[in-house]
């Protein structure tokens, strides 16, 4: 592989003994990283989009699609929101954020398996 070096930035994270204020915001493939280093602006994008893509789950469940079917929907179209470049900011999460993340899961189970009056779904 080639790398196109007109193309391609850099991005040190790290401390070094001195504190700059002077890093930008950063978009890195639809990732966004703030000044802070926290991952709460993409966090809260992923779980808002996962979460409208829940909303047609719950449309497909009452319209008597079968539950296999609902758990591939989940798996091909939601999941992937949620999962997104995981690799890159999944270890520097909150135990906040990532309850975030686990509560778009848990609501999709609750739909897929109709499990209302699961002590886990009564929490949500």
């Known amino acids: ?48 989009k996962a979460a409208r893509r829940l909303y047609f789950l719950k449309v497909l469940k009452r319209s008597g699609l079968p539950h296999e079917h609902l758990l591939h929907y989940y798996t091909a179209v939601i999941r992937p929101v949620l999962e997104s470049s995981s690799c890159a900011w999944h270890h520097n999460l909150t135990n906040e954020l990532s309850l975030q993340i686990e509560t778009i899961q848990k609501l999709a189970i609750c739909i897929i398996f109709a499990l209302s009056d699961s002590k886990m779904c009564l929490v949500l």
């Open 1 to 48: 592989m080639l790398i196109n070096t007109a193309k391609t930035k850099e991005l040190v994270i790290g401390r070094w003994g001195h504190q700059s204020n002077s890093l930008p915001k950063m978009d890195l493939l639809k990732e966004s990283l703030n000044l802070n280093l926290s991952w709460k602006k993409h966090i809260e994008y992923v779980t808002t």
